[in-house]
């Protein structure tokens, strides 16, 4: 490990950074420096650009090169003390895209086909309590607090602690499952008691459980808790509740889903049907005499 790596990993513990943005902003740096051919502790504003630049015509989303344009930012400003190369180069605009949500039925469809235990209790946390897969693999036995029906959720996205809701019917899922498998200190562990479950595992189960049901969607686990929020929305649940069980730190990151309720925009009045006879045209002469003239 060359020093200027390690230089470049310490300022990022030192700001508290999670391990897994870590390994992706290190990864960002490594392909720069292969772009380059040599170590990028001289590189210039130049050089990123003409990076970016190849990474999008690599076919690179834009999402990937704003993080890859943070990870260098980091690079230059806490590790090289040189933030004055960023100020010049444009940050690629981040692409729009609605997330895929499950319908109710199609929910229904899912825990349906599920046989195995854990599972089902796996997949129904991430369904009925919004959950992100890394914040159900770090998930504890005694997070579950039974007396106030709530989940603890320990150092989510932004290294945050929060709590969220304990439905009833997941509270009794979960002890079905603490019946049948004994998990001892993590609620869902992996090959080994204290080893937490495979990050790729989870998807696949799901993806496989989707095609046992019939469901032809492009899902992963977060399509779970998309559709918890779309489907609490369309129940009426009030923005902000759902934002603070989400653990979102912006009301604008929570509001997305106000524009993927089918309820709600079934809701909406129909423009074409206020109108009403206005928009009827006057009815033609038929000089033929047809009394069964062609309509379409």
């Known amino acids: 490990m060359t020093a200027l790596r390690q230089q470049y990993i310490d300022d990022l513990k030192l700001?508290?950074?999670?391990?897994?943005?870590?390994?992706?902003?290190?990864?960002?740096?490594?392909?720069?420096?292969?772009?380059?051919?040599?170590?990028?502790?001289?590189?210039?504003?130049?050089?990123?650009?003409?990076?970016?630049?190849a990474e999008i015509n690599r076919g690179m989303s834009r999402s990937y090169c704003v993080i890859q344009r943070n990870a260098l930012r980091h690079l230059f400003e806490q590790s090289l003390g040189r933030p004055e190369p960023f100020d010049?180069?444009?940050?690629?605009?981040?692409?729009?895209?609605?997330?895929?949500?499950?319908?109710?039925?199609?929910?229904?469809?899912?825990?349906s086909v599920i046989e195995n235990i854990k599972h089902k209790a796996l997949?129904?946390?991430?369904?009925?309590?919004?959950?992100?897969?890394?914040?159900?693999?770090?998930?504890?036995?005694?997070?579950?607090?039974?007396?106030?029906n709530v989940i603890r959720v320990r150092q989510g996205k932004g290294k945050k602690d929060r709590y969220t809701r304990l439905s009833p019917g997941l509270l009794k899922l979960l002890r079905e499952y603490w019946r049948a498998e004994r998990p001892q200190r993590l609620l869902f562990p992996g090959a080994t008691e204290n080893k937490p479950y495979d990050l790729a595992t989870p998807g696949q189960i799901l993806k496989k459980l989707c095609?046992?049901?019939?469901?032809?969607?492009?899902v992963s686990m977060h399509c779970l808790r998309h559709s918890f929020a779309t489907h609490?929305?369309?129940?009426?649940?009030?923005?902000?509740?759902?934002?603070?069980?989400?653990?979102?730190?912006?009301?604008q990151t929570t509001c997305r889903y106000t524009h993927i309720s089918v309820d709600q925009q079934a809701d909406a009045p129909s423009l074409i049907e206020l109108l009403g006879d206005a928009i009827d045209?006057?009815?033609k002469p038929n000089p033929s005499g047809d009394t069964n003239p062609e309509l379409f």
Do not use: C, W
Not at 26 to 33: D, I, L, P, T, W
Not at 127 to 148: K, P
């Open 281 to 283: 045209p006057p009815p």
């Open 123 to 148: 997949l129904m946390v991430a369904y009925d309590a919004g959950l992100r897969l890394s914040e159900i693999r770090n998930l504890q036995v005694d997070d579950i607090d039974s007396q106030r």
């Open 88 to 111: 010049s180069i444009p940050r690629p605009k981040r692409e729009r895209r609605l997330p895929v949500v499950l319908s109710r039925e199609e929910i229904q469809q899912l825990f």
């Open 15 to 53: 700001r508290n950074f999670s391990a897994g943005t870590i390994k992706v902003y290190v990864h960002a740096v490594e392909r720069f420096a292969r772009f380059l051919k040599r170590s990028p502790d001289d590189s210039t504003a130049e050089d990123v650009k003409r990076f970016l630049v």
């Open 232 to 251: 609490l929305l369309e129940e009426g649940t009030d923005l902000r509740v759902i934002q603070q069980m989400l653990g979102h730190a912006n009301i």
């Open 211 to 218: 095609r046992k049901a019939g469901i032809n969607k492009r």
